[in-house]
């Protein structure tokens, strides 16, 4: 009964590494837009396009909440995950 119970830990495991390397991978993808977006936008109001400083602000403020929000999940699923903890 023992090799059972450690047996069916294994998957959960690789269900959790699975999904934190998914969710890493989105993270990485979300960072990459933001970079650009402000990039984007501080180029536009370097060139006297002023107008766009809110908007790229608020999305840019918008992205670095769901890469926090995705970051706390994979904290969770990685202690979830773990039969030590």
């Known amino acids: ?24 991978a989105l993270i990485v993808i979300l960072l990459v837009v933001q970079i650009w977006l402000l990039s984007a936008t501080l180029d536009a109001v370097l060139a006297g396009h ?7 602000a608020i999305v840019s403020g918008v992205l670095c909440s769901a890469c926090f929000a995705m970051y706390r999940f994979v904290r969770r699923v990685d202690r979830d995950s773990r039969p030590d903890r």
């Open 1 to 24: 009964m023992g090799q059972y119970s450690s047996s069916r830990k294994i998957p959960q495991q690789r269900r959790g590494l699975t999904a934190i390397d998914a969710i890493t």
């Open 50 to 56: 002023r107008e766009t400083a809110l908007p790229g």
